[in-house]
């Protein structure tokens, strides 16, 4: 089956760091996303895996290990607008995106 | 920019009423996507296109038909709405080919069914 699994809700300082992590099980496998969503607005694409390792792309990192079926976003310099859902999204074997539920962060002052 | 646009951003249908949200693109992407997304659950797949008047069930198409009669629109239809379909409705579309293929948003339409 298919699954993913990522934490409901996390609170952040301003300016620290947070790492949001994701596991999945998908039938075959072409990529992970993540996308960030505003309350009341459309999902957008943040970042893109497909090798193992970190892809770094300003504040946000995106790090990916195929055999453990796990992926983080790491959010540096935590800004208020950082408040927000990520989305963990991988691509099944047929290029299928399946979506998370999503993580709420939440940003403090 | 890629823009992707849906008719409304708040609906409000009475069940049983048949019920159109229109969705367009003007990047000339070949797949298009209907989502409905409830809380805890995040974005399910109702239906998707991959090219013109071609269709795909998801994962949840029940209750709903789509027609894609020109490539830059795709329409999702509740034939005869019912409270449980109140959602956020996302549409989404895509290019075929190339490294990766992020999907690029509508801004959404809320639907109440009452």
């Known amino acids: 089956g298919q699954n993913i699994d990522q934490p409901t809700e996390m609170t952040a300082t301003e300016g620290a760091i947070v790492q949001i992590n994701c596991t999945y099980q998908?039938?075959?496998?072409?990529?992970l996303f993540w996308y960030q969503q505003h309350a009341g607005e459309a999902p957008t694409f943040l970042s893109y895996?497909?090798?193992?390792g970190l892809e770094e792309k300003g504040r946000f990192s995106s790090f990916l290990s195929r055999s453990k079926g796990y992926s983080y976003l790491l959010l540096k310099e935590l800004q208020m607008k950082d408040s927000a859902s990520y989305l963990c999204?991988?691509?099944?074997?047929?290029?299928?995106?399946?979506f998370g539920a999503g993580t709420r962060l939440f940003v403090k002052a | 920019d890629v823009k992707v646009t849906q008719s409304s951003r708040y609906l409000v249908k009475r069940t049983g009423e048949k019920v159109f949200l229109e969705c367009v693109q003007d990047?000339?992407?070949?797949?298009m996507f209907w989502y409905r997304q409830d809380p805890g659950l995040g974005l399910r797949l109702i239906y998707f296109?991959?090219?013109?008047?071609?269709?795909e069930k998801g994962d949840i198409p029940e209750g709903y038909s789509v027609s894609r009669e020109k490539k830059e629109r795709f329409s999702l239809i509740l034939e005869s709405a019912s409270t449980n379909q109140t959602s956020m409705y996302l549409c989404?579309?895509?290019?075929?080919?190339?490294?990766?293929?992020?999907?690029?948003f509508g801004p959404g339409t809320r639907l109440t069914v009452l």
């Open positions: 895996n497909v090798l193992d």
């Open positions: 998908t039938s075959g496998f072409n990529g």
């Open positions: 990047m000339d992407h070949e797949n």
């Open positions: 296109s991959y090219d013109v008047k071609m269709k």
């Open positions: 999204a991988p691509l099944d074997g047929g290029f299928k995106t399946i």
């Open positions: 989404a579309s895509t290019i075929t080919g190339g490294s990766y293929n992020e999907q690029f």
